[in-house]
């Protein structure tokens, strides 16, 4: 009954922490190539702001593993959404305060990637800490909500624009930033609860010790860099090589890549405890391998976009999939197996989105070259669970 009346809130929280996170990590990928054109900046440049703000999670993913629990669950959350919400309106105000916009542009997406990094650390544990039946179920749902806060941000900021232009995205991002502060609220009324009790849980020294640790490092490192490359550059991709217009590009390209996404995670949710998960996760990745291939060195726009869509699918159950096999495995991680978990996601995703960008611009802007580059990644994360399959099944 306490869980039905309260926790369920806790679950609708942290539900639109993850929108939040959606909303901080996609918005200004929309707007990349409207920084080229409005402030003159090259993409390779441009490319530095994914990098700059996954570089700025794997620090904050960091000092979770050292602190977050000493300060506290609630405090810590709670701040993520205020960071998340300052940053937002920085992106539209501080690019006109500095003679480079780029400075300006960076310094917001330092300040709500703070925020962004915070949510990712801190509200898969504040769920499982909650005592949900099926957790594995409620864990894959959860992440899910990311994809369809990623499909809120493309579709709404797409009609915003067709509506009123995008000359006047600084208003957008400002209203963008309203659902943190509504949910900063709601994370301070909402139940929370620890993890592992204080003392119980391994510390980094020991978890650094684990062999299995470090293969799931590994694999988040791919499933970072083959997520956040096609995510990042999904918009781009579809405008410069396809050749849709701006509108159809970011729904077909993000939007679509989101939705698929999401579909991989809900139907895991529903339908895991059928499948062997570390199967499922080596086809995905050779169908993730088989979509960059696709959208390289297809000539055929179509074709190249259903490379990017199911590329979504194909990543969809890799972080959330991470996760769930790593908390069963060494079941003692607690906070700190959770943020440096984040950490090595974070760290492929800011190398990914960064060599795409530059393979590109070293290709005279050739957005397929860089695809082809990106091929690296669902190789690595292949290998990863191949690794994890014959080596890391043993609970420690």
């Given at each position: 009954m306490i869980m039905q009346k309260n926790y369920r809130k806790t679950l609708i929280t942290c539900y639109l922490g993850f929108i939040t996170q959606a909303i901080v990590a996609n918005f200004a990928p929309l707007l990349f190539l409207r920084f080229h054109s409005e402030y003159g900046i090259s993409l390779g440049k441009i490319a530095l702001i994914s990098t700059v703000f996954y570089i700025t999670q794997i620090l904050i993913d960091m000092f979770c593993a050292k602190f977050v629990d000493r300060i506290g669950y609630r405090k810590s959350v709670v701040f993520s959404q205020f960071l998340s919400a300052v940053g937002l309106i920085g992106l539209a105000f501080l690019p006109k305060c500095f003679p480079d916009p780029f400075v300006g542009i960076i310094i917001s997406v330092v300040i709500y990637a703070v925020g962004s990094g915070l949510i990712e650390v801190l509200v898969s544990p504040i769920v499982e800490a909650c005592p949900f039946d099926n957790k594995d179920s409620v864990m894959s749902l959860l992440h899910s909500f990311y994809c369809w806060g990623v499909v809120g941000v493309v579709v709404l900021s797409t009609l915003f624009f067709a509506v009123f232009g995008i000359e006047h995205w600084r208003i957008l991002a400002c209203l963008w930033a309203l659902l943190p502060l509504l949910n900063a609220y709601n994370f301070m009324i909402c139940p929370i609860e620890r993890l592992t009790d204080e003392g119980n849980g391994l510390t980094i020294k020991e978890l650094?010790?684990?062999?299995?640790?470090?293969?799931?490092?590994?694999?988040?490192?791919?499933?970072?860099?083959?997520?956040?490359?096609?995510?990042?550059?999904?918009?781009?991709?579809?405008?410069?090589?396809?050749?849709?217009?701006?509108?159809?590009?970011?729904?077909?390209?993000?939007?679509?890549?989101?939705?698929?996404?999401?579909?991989?995670?809900?139907?895991?949710?529903?339908?895991?405890?059928?499948?062997?998960?570390?199967?499922?996760?080596?086809?995905?990745?050779?169908?993730?391998?088989?979509?960059?291939?696709?959208?390289?060195?297809?000539?055929?726009?179509?074709?190249?976009?259903?490379?990017?869509?199911?590329?979504?699918?194909?990543?969809?159950?890799?972080?959330?999939?991470?996760?769930?096999?790593?908390?069963?495995?060494?079941?003692?991680?607690?906070?700190?197996?959770?943020?440096?978990?984040?950490?090595?996601?974070?760290?492929?995703?800011?190398?990914?989105?960064?060599?795409?960008?530059?393979?590109?611009?070293?290709?005279?802007?050739?957005?397929?070259?860089?695809?082809?580059?990106?091929?690296?990644?669902?190789?690595?994360?292949?290998?990863?669970?191949?690794?994890?399959?014959?080596?890391?099944?043993?609970?420690?």
């Open positions: 650094f010790a684990l062999p299995v640790f470090w293969l799931f490092i590994v694999l988040m490192v791919g499933a970072g860099a083959s997520e956040a490359s096609m995510a990042q550059w999904a918009s781009a991709y579809t405008e410069s090589a396809l050749g849709f217009s701006k509108s159809v590009g970011d729904i077909a390209g993000p939007c679509m890549f989101a939705v698929s996404m999401g579909v991989s995670r809900v139907l895991y949710g529903k339908s895991g405890h059928k499948m062997d998960l570390t199967n499922f996760m080596f086809g995905s990745g050779i169908l993730c391998l088989i979509c960059y291939l696709l959208s390289a060195v297809s000539a055929n726009p179509v074709l190249g976009l259903i490379g990017c869509i199911v590329c979504g699918f194909s990543v969809g159950i890799m972080w959330p999939g991470s996760i769930s096999i790593a908390s069963g495995r060494i079941p003692l991680g607690g906070t700190g197996l959770f943020a440096l978990l984040a950490m090595g996601g974070d760290l492929g995703a800011s190398i990914g989105p960064g060599v795409i960008g530059a393979v590109t611009q070293n290709a005279n802007d050739n957005m397929k070259a860089g695809m082809l580059a990106g091929c690296i990644f669902p190789v690595v994360l292949i290998i990863s669970v191949c690794l994890i399959k014959f080596f890391g099944k043993k609970k420690v």
